[in-house]
């Protein structure tokens, strides 16, 4: 599993400028950007390395060049919630060790009255999935975690251990801007904010309520959903948040 940099940055760098394409914020292309810090996950002399910066990506040359030649898992450009700020901690993806192993995180969306004073709602949801890793009950732990959340835009998030990747689709609006889309590409599976040209014809959108497996290893995709009430379905993402 891993995408090549030159595959991805690219794409990447136009979906956070909001010129790849249109949505219920981004009506007119450029519109809507993700200037608030970026972060990645990479390949390098056989370990997995986080990089993370408060500049727009596509501003951050010196730090882009650092992904040259490596084989990339995770990309994520922010957009801040209101009442935030730009700073590093707050950027993702958010890194964690559990029982000896690096699990990475990124969120797109918004969810409301989960987190403590200064803290993010996205470390958060993270805190949260923590317990069941270690037990290693990830489905199970996803489907609690996530079913007990009431009050969001959009829980759409990423989450990468030593074996799979685990992708959660989870919107209650904005069905274009956050629905997320697995792509079938010449190395691998790929999971999107949006449908990118570059990766393929073989596209498919996820619907709200999907949660994606894929093993690092052999890249094979396994398909589950959350199982919600349909409080939140009946209102119907590299990634942006």
């Known amino acids: 599993m891993g995408a090549p940099e030159s595959l991805l940055i690219d794409p990447f760098l136009r979906m956070a400028r909001g010129e790849n394409a249109l949505n219920e914020h981004n009506t007119e ?20 390395r986080v990089l993370r910066s408060t500049a727009a990506c596509w501003e951050d040359d010196r ?7 490596r084989r990339v898992f995770l990309l994520h450009a922010r957009r801040m ?11 993702h993806p958010f890194e964690q060790e559990v029982a000896g192993a ?13 987190a403590p004073p200064r803290e993010s709602d996205s470390r958060e949801v993270f805190r949260r999935l923590l317990p069941h890793i270690a037990d290693g009950r990830i489905l199970e732990g996803t489907r ?6 009431d009050d969001f835009t959009g829980a759409n998030t990423f989450l990468l251990g030593p074996e799979a990747l685990w992708a959660v689709c989870l919107y209650s609006e904005n069905r274009k801007y956050y629905t997320l889309t697995l792509a079938q590409t010449g190395v691998g599976p790929i999971v999107s904010s949006e449908s990118l040209e570059e990766l393929g014809s073989e596209t498919t959108r996820l619907p709200n309520g999907t949660i994606l497996r894929i093993d690092r290893r052999t890249g ?5 959903t959350l199982n919600r009430d349909d409080k939140t379905q009946h209102h119907a993402a590299l990634s942006l948040s």
């Open 81 to 91: 919630s209101p009442q935030k700020k730009v700073e590093l901690s707050q950027t």
């Open 102 to 114: 690096s699990w990475f995180f990124c969120h797109n969306g918004t969810v409301r009255g989960i």
């Open 220 to 224: 094979r995709v396994e398909r589950a």
């Open 144 to 149: 609690t975690v996530y079913g007990g959340l």
């Open 29 to 48: 292309l450029g519109e809507w950007d993700h200037a608030h810090g970026w972060g990645a996950v990479y390949e390098e002399d056989g370990q997995l």
């Open 63 to 69: 730090k882009l060049k650092r992904l040259r030649d």
